[in-house]
């Protein structure tokens, strides 16, 4: 039998929103996705605010999902675009 992992990719739609969506509501949605069973969750990007400002929240975001990833086997994943960015990433042992 085939394996097929389904990845949703909230990151991706975020990033085409203009207006700032609050850290929270981010929060929230994506501690539901993480209920869904879902195999990985693209979440966010540790990039530059100035190149990409919906995703100046990425480090608390990623903060604020510790617990629920904890009680999830679903991965999350994060997009990094440089050194900085994976630094910051890296403080979080659940990002893959």
């Known amino acids: 039998m085939n394996q ?3 990845v949703e990719c909230p990151r991706d739609a975020w990033q085409g929103i203009h207006e700032f969506i609050p ?4 929060v929230v949605y994506l501690k539901q996705l993480l209920q869904c069973g879902f195999h990985t969750i693209d979440a966010g990007s540790f990039v530059s605010s100035r190149a990409m400002p919906q995703m100046a929240d990425a480090y ?3 903060g604020a999902l ?3 990833k904890s009680k999830s086997p679903t991965k999350l994943l ?3 675009a440089n050194e900085g960015g994976a630094k910051r990433a890296a403080k979080y042992d ?3």
Do not use: D, R, Y
Not at 23 to 26: D, F, G, I, N, Y
């Open 4 to 6: 097929i992992s389904i």
């Open 23 to 26: 850290t929270a509501e981010k």
């Open 60 to 62: 608390e975001l990623f």
């Open 66 to 68: 510790e617990e629920a």
């Open 78 to 80: 994060a997009i990094v």
């Open 94 to 96: 659940f990002i893959e």
